[in-house]
């Protein structure tokens, strides 16, 4: 705010007003994802319903998505907030979320902010591994782990060194797999007015 205001012939109002545009979209595209119900039948789709929830944020978060056994979405649910350079993955919460809305399946992601790096780091492949065990145990399916950032998404499914660590096995060739897939998000335009 106090970087806009300083700039001629913008006021507090004005400034106000465009520090709340990347909110205001991110809650216009959240509430369109959950009107219709989508299926997620492809990562790039996982990845194009995950990235609204990510938009204008200065820290990052952790979302999980909710599946039906067919993969219809029965809802999304922020449930880890952080810092800009780490955010809490809470087991227990996640395992909590699945079972009060009945999921058969869960997409677990996070956002990493300023690099643009979406390489899993050692503590998200751990944090992947542990949540993958602990839905298991409660007959829930942990179906991909994406991370976002920068336009770009990395799914732990699409890797194969990665996708045992969904079922909470431990995986020696994380190393080994020196080529990782890293999708581009589609662009979207901004709704036209009607």
């Known amino acids: 705010m106090e970087e806009l205001v300083k700039v001629k012939g913008i006021g507090t109002h004005t400034a106000t007003l465009m520090k709340l545009v990347p909110d205001l979209w991110r809650e216009y595209e959240e509430d369109r994802a959950r009107s219709v119900r989508t299926k997620l039948d492809s990562t790039v789709a996982a990845a194009s319903y995950l990235a609204p929830f990510y938009t204008g944020l200065s820290s990052e978060i952790v979302v999980l998505v909710a ?24 087991v227990r919460k996640i395992c909590e979320w699945a079972i009060r809305i009945q999921a058969a399946g869960v997409i677990l ?76 998000l589609p662009k979207k335009r901004p709704p036209e007015s009607e």
């Open 109 to 184: 992601s996070h956002n990493h902010l300023g690099s643009g790096n979406c390489r899993p780091s050692a503590a998200d492949a751990d944090a992947t591994r542990r949540v993958g065990l602990m839905l298991k145990g409660i007959g829930v399916r942990l179906l991909d782990h994406i991370i976002l950032c920068a336009g770009e998404y990395f799914s732990m499914a699409d890797n194969p060194a990665f996708s045992p660590l969904l079922e909470g096995l431990q995986h020696r060739e994380l190393a080994v797999q020196k080529h990782l897939i890293i999708g581009k």
């Open 67 to 90: 599946l039906d056994a067919s993969g219809g979405i029965l809802g999304a649910e922020v449930v880890g907030e952080g810092t800009p350079s780490n955010a809490p993955i809470d």
